[in-house]
């Protein structure tokens, strides 16, 4: 049972290139979500996913688009990397129902140079 | 001002000693959380509350749903304890969750 993985761990990118956050979750869960985590905030959604084929807006939506045609899979794409997007990622996954504990993936550390 | 709002941001304490981290928020809320950081690592979740206090070994969390409050202990604190803490509130249907900035504790053996 891997729980929710997430690849790659690092990546360093060029300003302008896009790439996909990959996260997957074998627990059946239906939530998925996306966060990223900067010096002195507090982690902060950016997309989410109640079940496949729904996804919403989080609070830091712009630069990133989501998609989940399965249950499993959530990728997270970056459509045209910038400086600001330098952060650490975290993928999460819970059940709907209920209050319920979240699985969180163990990040991707990101570089926008 | 934040919507969940932690204290300390930084405690340093002595190996064996009792810690407390509070977590206080202004939202209307289902259920709280408290998730675990260590340095460069991932987030586990610790205790998810939503009444009253649990316990799991030498940690203890409360939560007081009137005062909007909730609580995290930590008793005969070890170095292996030193990480971030992370209290998270959720909200609404969909379980979306407002994470405050984390305590960073460091227990000195």
């Known amino acids: 049972n891997a729980g929710v993985t997430q690849t790659p761990k690092f990546q360093v990118l060029k300003t302008g290139q896009s790439m996909t956050l990959q996260c997957a979750q074998d627990?059946?869960?239906?939530?998925m979500s996306w966060y990223r985590q900067d010096p002195g905030m507090g982690l902060r959604l950016i997309h989410y996913?109640?079940?496949?084929?729904?996804?919403d807006q989080g609070e830091v939506p712009n630069g990133y688009n989501v998609s989940r045609s399965t249950t499993e899979d959530f990728p997270l794409r970056l459509l045209s990397a910038a400086p600001s997007q330098t952060s650490v990622y975290f993928c999460?996954?819970?059940?709907?129902?209920?209050?319920?504990?979240?699985?969180f993936g163990d990040g991707t550390r990101l570089s926008i140079l | 001002k934040n919507e969940v709002e932690q204290s300390p941001q930084n405690l340093t304490a002595q190996e064996g000693e009792f810690i407390t981290i509070n977590c206080s928020y202004s939202?209307?809320?289902?259920?709280l959380h408290w998730l675990q950081q260590h340095p460069g690592g991932g987030i586990v979740s610790l205790f998810m509350?939503?009444?009253g206090k649990k316990k799991h070994g030498r940690l203890i969390a409360t939560i007081n749903i009137q005062e909007k409050h909730s609580s995290l202990h930590i008793t005969a604190s070890h170095p292996r304890d030193s990480a971030v803490y992370i209290c998270?509130?959720?909200?609404?249907?969909?379980?979306?969750?407002?994470f405050g900035t984390g305590t960073l504790l460091a227990v000195q053996p």
């Open positions: 627990m059946n869960h239906e939530y």
């Open positions: 998270a509130v959720v909200y609404g249907a969909t379980n979306k969750l407002i």
């Open positions: 999460a996954s819970s059940f709907l129902q209920g209050n319920q504990p979240q699985h």
């Open positions: 509350l939503s009444s």
């Open positions: 996913s109640v079940g496949a084929g729904i996804t």
């Open positions: 939202v209307g809320i289902s259920a």
